[in-house]
């Protein structure tokens, strides 16, 4: 177990809903990371967020967006489903940014199906 | 374009023996490099990294060797056990602290 959590584990909805998926990261650790698993690309950085404030973008769609709370928890929220969007989205925590820290701890994921 | 490469989807090894899996990449900027191994149904875990400082790093079982030069790195498992049977995920830090996957190697180890 990382001490990372991330709710739902499961997700299925349809084209063109909007939704939310949630990460709480080890305690103590400010940084939180997505990324997004599918078939055929792999794992792909999405967005990080140190304390609360956005740091980098990678591969992030407009339709995506994300922040972080004062507890530290973050949310990625996804709009205007399409059926590529159907994937395995990680978040990853670490102690501080990655520029002084280099390991990060992954959750379980959820798995977004979208029909 | 890939930055990381892992050219081989599946490995298999039987128990006991050598399991070498290997991983390649193109920008030589990159400084620090790490693996995961990865169950399914899990996130990923972290398991060995090393720094471009040196060319060896060994915990355990695991020996991770770069060849800056070939820009080329492997991990060595030795002995491979039943219980290492999972995707294994290259990755090198990123200049934004990111991390850059490779698409991974399924390894097999047969008892």
């Known amino acids: 177990d990382s001490g990372v959590t991330q709710t739902p584990k499961h997700l299925i909805t349809a084209t063109g809903q909007r939704v939310t998926l949630r990460c709480s990261p080890r305690?103590?650790?400010?940084?939180v990371y997505w990324y997004q698993q599918s078939l055929d690309q792999g794992l792909q950085f999405l967005i990080h967020?140190?304390?609360?404030?956005?740091?980098a973008k990678g591969n992030i769609l407009e339709r995506f967006s994300a922040q972080q709370f004062p507890d530290l928890h973050s949310e990625l929220n996804l709009s205007s489903l399409e059926l590529g969007d159907s994937a395995l989205y990680f978040c990853?925590?670490?102690?501080?940014?990655?520029?002084?820290?280099?390991?990060?701890?992954f959750g379980p994921g959820t798995r977004l199906t979208v029909l | 374009d890939q930055q990381v490469k892992q050219n081989s989807p599946s490995l298999s090894v039987q128990e006991g023996r050598i399991s070498i899996l290997n991983c390649d990449y193109t920008?030589?900027?990159?400084?620090?490099f790490l693996w995961y191994k990865k169950y399914p149904a899990e996130g990923p875990t972290f398991l060995i990294s090393?720094?471009?400082?040196?060319d060896k790093n060994e915990d355990g079982r695991f020996t991770v060797f770069l060849n800056k030069s070939a820009k080329h790195l492997s991990l060595h498992i030795v002995p491979s056990q039943p219980g290492d049977s999972a995707v294994y995920f290259c990755?090198?830090?990123?200049?934004?602290?990111?991390?850059?996957f490779g698409k991974g190697t399924k390894l097999s180890v047969k008892p």
């Open positions: 990853a925590s670490s102690r501080k940014t990655g520029f002084d820290y280099n390991e990060q701890f």
């Open positions: 305690s103590g650790d400010l940084s």
């Open positions: 967020y140190y304390n609360g404030e956005e740091r």
């Open positions: 920008n030589s900027m990159f400084d620090y």
């Open positions: 090393i720094s471009s400082i040196k």
């Open positions: 990755a090198a830090k990123g200049s934004q602290g990111n991390l850059i």
